[in-house]
Protein backbone atom coordinates (compact mmCIF):
# COMPACT_ATOMS: atom_id res chain seq x y z
CA UNK A 1 0.00 0.00 0.00
CA UNK A 2 2.87 2.24 0.79
CA UNK A 3 4.43 1.59 -2.63
CA UNK A 4 1.77 2.26 -4.43
CA UNK A 5 1.21 5.79 -2.98
CA UNK A 6 4.87 6.68 -3.29
CA UNK A 7 4.65 5.19 -6.94
CA UNK A 8 1.89 7.12 -7.72
CA UNK A 9 3.27 10.50 -6.63
CA UNK A 10 6.81 9.25 -8.07
CA UNK A 11 5.21 8.09 -11.61
CA UNK A 12 4.04 12.12 -11.80
CA UNK A 13 7.75 13.70 -11.35
CA UNK A 14 10.83 13.25 -13.99
CA UNK A 15 12.18 9.65 -14.05
CA UNK A 16 15.70 10.37 -12.92
CA UNK A 17 14.70 13.00 -10.20
CA UNK A 18 12.53 9.59 -8.90
CA UNK A 19 15.48 7.53 -9.09
CA UNK A 20 17.42 9.58 -7.48
CA UNK A 21 14.77 10.69 -4.72
CA UNK A 22 14.52 6.78 -4.12
CA UNK A 23 17.91 5.85 -3.61
CA UNK A 24 18.23 9.02 -1.55
CA UNK A 25 15.50 7.56 0.93
CA UNK A 26 16.79 4.29 0.82
CA UNK A 27 20.55 5.01 1.41
CA UNK A 28 18.70 7.46 4.77
CA UNK A 29 16.78 4.92 5.95
CA UNK A 30 18.20 1.65 5.15
CA UNK A 31 19.35 1.31 9.02
CA UNK A 32 16.34 3.22 10.89
CA UNK A 33 13.28 1.80 12.19
CA UNK A 34 11.53 3.73 8.74
CA UNK A 35 13.46 0.98 6.59
CA UNK A 36 9.82 -1.24 7.61
CA UNK A 37 8.32 0.39 4.50
CA UNK A 38 10.63 -1.89 2.45
CA UNK A 39 11.97 -4.44 4.98
CA UNK A 40 10.91 -8.17 4.40
CA UNK A 41 11.88 -11.83 4.91
CA UNK A 42 12.02 -13.92 1.88
CA UNK A 43 11.92 -17.88 2.00
CA UNK A 44 15.16 -19.37 1.13
CA UNK A 45 15.43 -21.40 -1.50
CA UNK A 46 19.68 -22.02 -2.05
CA UNK A 47 20.88 -22.32 -5.06
CA UNK A 48 25.04 -23.55 -5.75
CA UNK A 49 26.49 -21.52 -8.05
CA UNK A 50 29.95 -20.21 -8.94
CA UNK A 51 31.16 -21.68 -5.80
CA UNK A 52 28.61 -19.53 -3.29
CA UNK A 53 25.38 -20.55 -2.01
CA UNK A 54 22.29 -18.08 -3.00
CA UNK A 55 20.16 -18.11 -0.56
CA UNK A 56 17.60 -17.11 -3.04
CA UNK A 57 18.09 -16.66 -6.88
CA UNK A 58 16.65 -13.13 -7.59
CA UNK A 59 19.15 -10.99 -7.76
CA UNK A 60 19.01 -7.15 -8.72
CA UNK A 61 20.51 -6.21 -11.65
CA UNK A 62 23.42 -3.42 -12.17
CA UNK A 63 22.55 0.01 -12.89
CA UNK A 64 20.13 0.63 -10.39
CA UNK A 65 22.59 1.58 -7.48
CA UNK A 66 25.08 3.16 -9.65
CA UNK A 67 27.66 4.02 -6.43
CA UNK A 68 26.64 1.39 -4.25
CA UNK A 69 25.02 4.12 -2.05
CA UNK A 70 21.88 2.07 -1.18
CA UNK A 71 23.04 -1.92 -0.74
CA UNK A 72 22.06 -2.30 2.65
CA UNK A 73 18.30 -1.49 1.92
CA UNK A 74 18.08 -3.44 -0.84
CA UNK A 75 19.22 -6.12 1.18
CA UNK A 76 16.85 -5.79 3.13
CA UNK A 77 14.28 -6.20 1.07
CA UNK A 78 15.38 -9.93 0.26
CA UNK A 79 17.37 -10.42 -2.94
CA UNK A 80 19.35 -13.47 -2.96
CA UNK A 81 22.42 -11.25 -4.51
CA UNK A 82 22.68 -7.07 -5.28
CA UNK A 83 25.16 -5.93 -8.21
CA UNK A 84 25.96 -2.91 -7.86
CA UNK A 85 27.60 -0.84 -10.54
CA UNK A 86 28.50 -0.33 -13.77
CA UNK A 87 31.31 1.88 -12.18
CA UNK A 88 34.69 3.44 -14.02
CA UNK A 89 38.23 4.17 -12.63
CA UNK A 90 37.25 7.58 -12.56
CA UNK A 91 33.64 9.45 -11.89
CA UNK A 92 32.06 11.06 -14.88
CA UNK A 93 28.17 12.41 -15.74
CA UNK A 94 27.35 10.08 -18.32
CA UNK A 95 25.41 11.63 -21.61
CA UNK A 96 23.11 14.69 -21.55
CA UNK A 97 19.89 14.73 -19.67
CA UNK A 98 16.73 13.73 -20.23
CA UNK A 99 17.73 10.15 -20.07
CA UNK A 100 15.37 7.92 -18.75
CA UNK A 101 12.05 7.54 -20.00
CA UNK A 102 9.08 5.80 -18.83
CA UNK A 103 6.80 3.38 -21.25
CA UNK A 104 4.35 2.19 -18.68
CA UNK A 105 2.23 0.16 -21.53
CA UNK A 106 4.79 -2.16 -21.56
CA UNK A 107 6.28 -1.81 -18.28
CA UNK A 108 9.39 -0.80 -19.84
CA UNK A 109 11.97 2.17 -19.77
CA UNK A 110 14.39 3.38 -22.20
CA UNK A 111 17.15 4.91 -20.58
CA UNK A 112 20.93 6.07 -22.06
CA UNK A 113 22.59 7.01 -18.51
CA UNK A 114 25.96 6.56 -20.21
CA UNK A 115 27.75 5.16 -17.12
CA UNK A 116 27.56 8.14 -15.23
CA UNK A 117 28.87 7.54 -11.71
CA UNK A 118 30.94 8.66 -8.79
CA UNK A 119 34.15 6.87 -9.91
CA UNK A 120 35.50 3.47 -8.17
CA UNK A 121 37.01 4.90 -5.17
CA UNK A 122 33.96 6.42 -4.15
CA UNK A 123 31.61 2.62 -4.69
CA UNK A 124 34.27 1.25 -2.70
CA UNK A 125 34.21 3.71 0.17
CA UNK A 126 30.52 3.17 0.31
CA UNK A 127 31.30 -0.59 0.09
CA UNK A 128 33.22 -0.46 3.20
CA UNK A 129 30.06 1.27 5.09
CA UNK A 130 27.49 -1.24 4.20
CA UNK A 131 26.57 -3.57 6.92
CA UNK A 132 25.16 -6.03 4.16
CA UNK A 133 26.58 -9.73 5.27
CA UNK A 134 24.85 -11.00 1.73
CA UNK A 135 26.36 -11.99 -1.94
CA UNK A 136 27.80 -8.79 -3.33
CA UNK A 137 28.37 -8.03 -7.32
CA UNK A 138 30.19 -5.06 -8.69
CA UNK A 139 29.87 -4.02 -12.11
CA UNK A 140 32.84 -2.52 -13.69
CA UNK A 141 33.19 -0.83 -17.36
CA UNK A 142 35.22 2.05 -18.84
CA UNK A 143 35.61 5.31 -19.36
CA UNK A 144 33.48 7.12 -21.98
CA UNK A 145 36.74 9.50 -22.87
CA UNK A 146 39.01 5.78 -23.00
CA UNK A 147 39.73 4.52 -26.44
CA UNK A 148 38.60 1.22 -26.95
CA UNK A 149 41.82 0.29 -28.20
CA UNK A 150 42.73 0.39 -24.01
CA UNK A 151 39.99 -0.13 -22.99
CA UNK A 152 40.81 -3.39 -21.15
CA UNK A 153 43.18 -0.95 -19.14
CA UNK A 154 40.11 0.68 -17.87
CA UNK A 155 39.04 -2.82 -16.67
CA UNK A 156 41.96 -4.00 -15.19
CA UNK A 157 42.43 -0.36 -12.70
CA UNK A 158 38.59 -1.38 -11.05
CA UNK A 159 39.47 -4.72 -11.06
CA UNK A 160 42.23 -4.12 -9.25
CA UNK A 161 40.55 -1.72 -6.76
CA UNK A 162 36.80 -3.63 -6.20
CA UNK A 163 38.22 -7.39 -6.15
CA UNK A 164 38.72 -8.06 -2.66
CA UNK A 165 35.19 -6.59 -1.94
CA UNK A 166 33.35 -8.13 -4.52
CA UNK A 167 31.64 -11.79 -4.21
CA UNK A 168 31.64 -11.68 -8.07
CA UNK A 169 32.81 -9.38 -10.42
CA UNK A 170 30.61 -8.21 -14.03
CA UNK A 171 32.65 -7.10 -17.33
CA UNK A 172 29.75 -4.81 -18.94
CA UNK A 173 30.63 -4.77 -22.93
CA UNK A 174 27.15 -4.58 -23.54
CA UNK A 175 26.16 -1.38 -22.65
CA UNK A 176 24.14 0.64 -25.65
CA UNK A 177 25.07 4.38 -24.13
CA UNK A 178 28.83 4.54 -24.55
CA UNK A 179 29.67 5.08 -27.81
CA UNK A 180 31.37 1.96 -29.50
CA UNK A 181 31.16 0.06 -25.99
CA UNK A 182 29.42 -3.16 -27.81
CA UNK A 183 32.51 -3.25 -30.70
CA UNK A 184 34.52 -4.80 -27.28
CA UNK A 185 32.16 -7.89 -27.70
CA UNK A 186 33.78 -8.70 -31.12
CA UNK A 187 36.61 -10.36 -32.09
CA UNK A 188 40.52 -9.61 -31.28
CA UNK A 189 38.73 -6.65 -28.66
CA UNK A 190 36.57 -9.23 -26.99
CA UNK A 191 39.71 -11.61 -27.04
CA UNK A 192 42.28 -8.70 -25.98
CA UNK A 193 40.20 -7.65 -23.01
CA UNK A 194 39.04 -10.95 -21.31
CA UNK A 195 42.95 -12.06 -21.72
CA UNK A 196 43.78 -8.84 -19.82
CA UNK A 197 40.94 -9.41 -17.28
CA UNK A 198 41.71 -13.16 -16.65
CA UNK A 199 45.25 -12.19 -16.10
CA UNK A 200 44.37 -10.23 -13.61
CA UNK A 201 42.09 -12.64 -11.83
CA UNK A 202 44.71 -14.95 -11.43
CA UNK A 203 47.23 -12.50 -10.12
CA UNK A 204 44.65 -11.06 -7.70
CA UNK A 205 43.87 -14.63 -6.53
CA UNK A 206 46.82 -15.21 -5.20
CA UNK A 207 47.49 -11.65 -4.16
CA UNK A 208 43.92 -11.98 -1.71
CA UNK A 209 44.40 -15.90 -1.29
CA UNK A 210 40.64 -15.54 -2.63
CA UNK A 211 38.90 -16.04 -6.06
CA UNK A 212 36.66 -14.13 -7.59
CA UNK A 213 34.63 -15.30 -10.22
CA UNK A 214 34.10 -13.03 -12.89
CA UNK A 215 31.12 -12.80 -15.71
CA UNK A 216 30.58 -11.23 -18.68
CA UNK A 217 27.63 -9.27 -19.56
CA UNK A 218 26.23 -9.28 -23.28
CA UNK A 219 23.54 -7.88 -25.64
CA UNK A 220 20.38 -9.23 -26.93
CA UNK A 221 20.70 -8.03 -29.88
CA UNK A 222 23.37 -10.38 -31.59
CA UNK A 223 22.26 -13.89 -34.40
CA UNK A 224 22.94 -16.59 -33.38
CA UNK A 225 26.73 -16.82 -34.87
CA UNK A 226 27.52 -13.36 -33.18
CA UNK A 227 26.36 -15.65 -29.98
CA UNK A 228 28.32 -18.59 -30.52
CA UNK A 229 31.64 -16.30 -31.38
CA UNK A 230 30.72 -14.29 -28.15
CA UNK A 231 30.20 -17.55 -25.80
CA UNK A 232 33.38 -19.32 -27.57
CA UNK A 233 35.71 -16.34 -26.03
CA UNK A 234 34.44 -16.36 -22.87
CA UNK A 235 34.41 -20.03 -22.38
CA UNK A 236 38.07 -19.85 -24.32
CA UNK A 237 39.09 -17.14 -22.08
CA UNK A 238 38.35 -18.71 -18.70
CA UNK A 239 35.25 -16.38 -17.71
CA UNK A 240 33.37 -17.66 -14.84
CA UNK A 241 29.41 -17.08 -16.24
CA UNK A 242 27.35 -14.88 -18.73
CA UNK A 243 25.15 -12.09 -18.00
CA UNK A 244 22.24 -12.30 -20.06
CA UNK A 245 21.66 -9.73 -21.21
CA UNK A 246 21.15 -5.91 -20.78
CA UNK A 247 19.31 -3.69 -22.72
CA UNK A 248 18.10 -3.11 -26.67
CA UNK A 249 18.39 -1.34 -29.30
CA UNK A 250 15.28 -2.84 -31.01
CA UNK A 251 11.68 -0.91 -30.58
CA UNK A 252 9.58 -3.70 -32.81
CA UNK A 253 7.87 -4.20 -29.07
CA UNK A 254 7.05 -0.48 -28.35
CA UNK A 255 6.43 1.08 -31.97
CA UNK A 256 3.56 4.19 -31.98
CA UNK A 257 4.61 4.37 -27.84
CA UNK A 258 5.32 8.13 -26.24
CA UNK A 259 9.19 8.10 -26.34
CA UNK A 260 9.30 4.85 -28.26
CA UNK A 261 11.78 6.73 -30.64
CA UNK A 262 14.42 7.95 -27.70
CA UNK A 263 17.70 6.80 -28.30
CA UNK A 264 19.01 4.36 -25.53
CA UNK A 265 18.58 1.16 -24.11
CA UNK A 266 14.73 -0.45 -23.81
CA UNK A 267 14.57 -2.36 -20.71
CA UNK A 268 11.41 -4.60 -19.47
CA UNK A 269 8.92 -6.59 -20.62
CA UNK A 270 9.46 -5.96 -24.18
CA UNK A 271 12.95 -7.91 -23.63
CA UNK A 272 12.08 -11.07 -22.17
CA UNK A 273 11.69 -12.99 -24.78
CA UNK A 274 14.68 -11.86 -26.62
CA UNK A 275 16.92 -12.36 -23.33
CA UNK A 276 15.34 -16.00 -23.25
CA UNK A 277 16.22 -16.92 -26.67
CA UNK A 278 19.63 -15.74 -25.66
CA UNK A 279 19.84 -17.63 -23.14
CA UNK A 280 18.35 -20.69 -24.35
CA UNK A 281 20.89 -20.41 -27.43
CA UNK A 282 23.88 -20.18 -24.80
CA UNK A 283 22.83 -22.89 -22.91
CA UNK A 284 22.94 -25.23 -26.20
CA UNK A 285 26.20 -24.36 -26.99
CA UNK A 286 27.93 -25.09 -23.33
CA UNK A 287 25.93 -27.41 -20.47
CA UNK A 288 28.43 -25.98 -18.17
CA UNK A 289 28.76 -22.32 -17.68
CA UNK A 290 26.65 -20.43 -15.07
CA UNK A 291 24.09 -18.11 -16.25
CA UNK A 292 22.43 -15.13 -15.02
CA UNK A 293 18.97 -14.03 -16.91
CA UNK A 294 18.05 -10.78 -16.72
CA UNK A 295 15.20 -9.02 -18.58
CA UNK A 296 11.52 -8.56 -18.84
CA UNK A 297 11.41 -10.75 -15.41
CA UNK A 298 7.87 -9.24 -13.93
CA UNK A 299 6.52 -12.54 -11.83
CA UNK A 300 7.21 -15.96 -11.31
CA UNK A 301 6.42 -17.14 -14.40
CA UNK A 302 8.87 -15.10 -16.80
CA UNK A 303 11.36 -16.22 -13.88
CA UNK A 304 10.76 -19.81 -14.47
CA UNK A 305 11.14 -18.86 -18.28
CA UNK A 306 14.64 -18.20 -17.84
CA UNK A 307 15.72 -20.49 -15.49
CA UNK A 308 13.84 -23.50 -18.21
CA UNK A 309 16.03 -21.66 -20.60
CA UNK A 310 19.15 -22.74 -19.08
CA UNK A 311 19.66 -19.46 -16.35
CA UNK A 312 20.99 -20.49 -12.67
CA UNK A 313 20.00 -17.03 -11.47
CA UNK A 314 18.17 -14.58 -12.66
CA UNK A 315 17.86 -9.98 -11.80
CA UNK A 316 15.11 -7.76 -12.09
CA UNK A 317 15.38 -4.24 -12.53
CA UNK A 318 12.69 -2.78 -14.17
CA UNK A 319 9.92 -4.60 -13.38
CA UNK A 320 11.11 -3.74 -9.92
CA UNK A 321 10.77 0.27 -10.35
CA UNK A 322 7.08 -0.66 -11.63
CA UNK A 323 6.19 -3.45 -8.72
CA UNK A 324 8.52 -2.79 -5.94
CA UNK A 325 9.28 -5.19 -3.17
CA UNK A 326 6.66 -7.38 -3.40
CA UNK A 327 8.06 -9.03 -6.88
CA UNK A 328 10.88 -10.44 -5.06
CA UNK A 329 8.73 -12.17 -2.95
CA UNK A 330 6.52 -13.19 -5.70
CA UNK A 331 9.03 -14.77 -7.77
CA UNK A 332 10.83 -16.86 -4.81
CA UNK A 333 7.50 -17.82 -3.25
CA UNK A 334 6.52 -19.35 -6.04
CA UNK A 335 9.06 -20.94 -7.89
Given at each position: ????????????????????????????????????V??????????????????????????????????D??????????????????????????????????N???????????????????????????????????????????????Y??????????????????????????????????????????????????????????V?????P????????Q??????????????????????????????????????G??????????????????????????????????????????????????????Q????????????
Amino acid sequence: MLFELAKKFMFTQDAEWAHEFALKNFKRFANTPLSFVWKQTIQDKPVEVLGMTFPNPVGLAAGLDKNGDCIDAFGQMGFGFVEIGTVTPVGQAGNPKPRIFRLPEQNAIINRMGFNNHGVDNLIENVKRANFKGILGINIGKNKDTPNETGHEDYVICMQKVYQYADYITVNISSPNTPGLRDLQFGDSLNVLLSAVKQQQTLLAKEHDKYVPVLVKIAPDMDEVAIEQVVDCIVSEGMDGIIATNTTLSRDAVQGLKHAEEAGGLSGNPVKDMSTQVITKIRSINKEIPIIGVGGINDAQSAKEKLAAGANLVQVYTNFIYQGPKLIKNIVNNL
